[in-house]
């Protein structure tokens, strides 16, 4: 019985990580992929503006 014992965690492990990929395949793309994007472009956008306001000389 020590060969299940032994072999218990990895297999609990590997179950777990496939059903983390399986949420993530599924949550790709769908209705919130618009709201994502633009989220993620905001965000983008916020980042390049405080950099270019950074790098400009103060006058």
């Known amino acids: ?3 299940v ?3 218990l ?3 609990v492990m590997a179950v777990f990580f496939i059903g983390v990929i399986r949420v ?3 949550t790709q ?3 919130n992929k618009a709201k994502e994007d633009a989220a993620v472009d905001a965000a983008v956008a916020r980042a390049e503006s ?3 306001a950074s ?3 103060d006058a």
Request: hydrophobic share 45%; aromatic share 4%; no cysteine.
């Open 55 to 57: 790098a400009q000389p």
């Open 50 to 52: 405080a950099r270019q």
């Open 24 to 26: 993530i395949v599924k």
């Open 1 to 3: 019985m020590d060969y």
């Open 9 to 11: 965690p990895p297999v």
């Open 5 to 7: 014992s032994a072999l």
């Open 29 to 31: 793309g769908g209705a």
